[in-house]
């Protein structure tokens, strides 16, 4: 049978608005969330809406549901992190500093490898797809324009590794990484200043030159990273002053 239109419609804006809740902190680990009724009326949809949402938050890793207890908010070691709906409500509360190293770290295991197995297995059409997104690069005009092929240059890397699990990866992390992008440019005076290391990536890729690549790859994390913290210190010096 087919679930009412008004469940459909609305049990995922309730989802959306608790896991934003729930990952933002405003309703921390432990908390027992109100009762059924109580919480669908607060949130002005009915007990068969609020049960889809709290089935896929349960699913998300967010929350157990108990007889006689009702829902409770789960620790942060048990939460999806990967999930795309939850690196989203991680980023809409804007990253802290300890989210940003944890991205870093992971994007310094995964994109270096990446970029090492694309130069020595990379297509034609594949470096085609690499070379169109730095070109994208340099042509942006705009913040939101260089993010857009920031993450296409990622993207396309990946797929020339002829990886489907790293491709997958991607598909989850982008909500995380486009943020993380965004905050570095945002932070550089100019937000085209880490073009230079795409191109020494891209170059790699295109002379197959899967250590080279590997090296170019880590440099311009590292960069990125170094310009992340200097950021930080200078808000840390204006907060002080």
């Not at 913040?143 to 790293?166: I, K």
């Amino acid at each position: 049978m087919r679930k009412p239109i008004a469940v459909r419609s609305l049990y995922g804006h309730v989802m959306h608005e608790l896991g934003r809740r729930i990952v933002s902190g405003k309703v921390k680990p432990g908390e027992v969330l109100p009762r059924e009724e109580t919480l669908a009326e607060s949130l002005q949809v009915s007990r068969t809406a609020l049960r889809e949402a709290l089935k896929v938050l349960s699913a998300k890793g967010l929350i157990e549901s108990r007889t006689g207890v009702g829902a409770r908010v789960l620790e942060e070691r048990y939460w999806n992190q990967l999930d795309a709906d939850v690196l989203a409500w991680r980023c809409a509360s804007m990253p802290t500093d300890d989210f940003v190293d944890k991205l870093v770290e992971m994007r310094e295991v995964i994109e270096p490898a990446a970029a090492a197995a694309a130069a020595r297995r990379r297509t034609a059409a594949q470096l085609a797809a690499i070379d169109a997104a730095y070109r994208a690069m340099d042509a942006a005009q705009t913040l939101e324009a260089w993010t857009e092929a920031d993450l296409q240059f990622h993207d396309a890397v990946l797929h020339a590794t002829g990886n489907e699990l790293l491709q997958s990866l991607f598909s989850v992390v982008e909500t995380a990484l486009g943020t993380f992008f965004t905050l570095s440019a945002r932070n550089a005076s100019n937000f085209k200043y880490s073009l230079p290391h795409h191109q020494k990536v891209l170059e790699a890729i295109r002379r197959r030159q899967p250590e080279v690549a590997r090296k170019a790859m880590q440099a311009m994390i590292a960069d990125s990273q170094a310009n992340l913290q200097r950021s930080r210190s200078r808000a840390r010096r204006k907060a002080t002053a």
